[in-house]
């Protein structure tokens, strides 16, 4: 019912920028949360982000200062502004959702999108 689509990951130099992009469409009544996720080669799938339907923001110690998390609430899409890039930054990143389907019900559903991949290397 749901489709995330993540964009704009690459290949960057450290201490370069790049600004990843996630996208919801379908069934969507209200979205509750949005975040986004990280997983490195040989390691789990890690927190990186998250934002709220009332802009309550949460980010991992590992990216404080560096990332911004912000959101285009007529879009349906979530940002994530990644500055001061380094090598431990290396991931494929995931956006994830919990959302509402409709007004007749308070049941929230999990949704994942197929991930994009960021390189920092020189």
């Known amino acids: 019912q749901v489709q995330l689509v993540e964009s704009g990951g690459g290949l960057v130099q450290p201490g370069g920028s790049l600004r990843l992009s996630c996208a919801a469409s379908?069934?969507?009544?209200?979205?509750?949360?949005m975040r986004w996720y990280r997983q490195a080669p040989g390691k789990q799938r890690e927190f990186v982000a998250g934002i709220s339907s009332v802009d309550y923001i949460v980010y991992a110690d590992s990216v404080k200062g560096r990332f911004t998390i912000s959101r285009d609430t007529a879009k349906n899409t979530v940002y994530l502004q990644m500055n001061s890039l380094n090598t431990e930054d290396t991931a494929v990143y995931y956006c994830?959702?919990?959302?509402?389907?409709?007004?007749?019900?308070?049941?929230?559903?999990?949704?994942w999108g197929q991930g994009t991949q960021v390189t920092v290397s020189s």
């Open positions: 994830n959702t919990e959302l509402r389907h409709s007004s007749d019900s308070q049941e929230l559903y999990a949704y």
């Open positions: 379908g069934s969507i009544f209200s979205i509750n949360v």
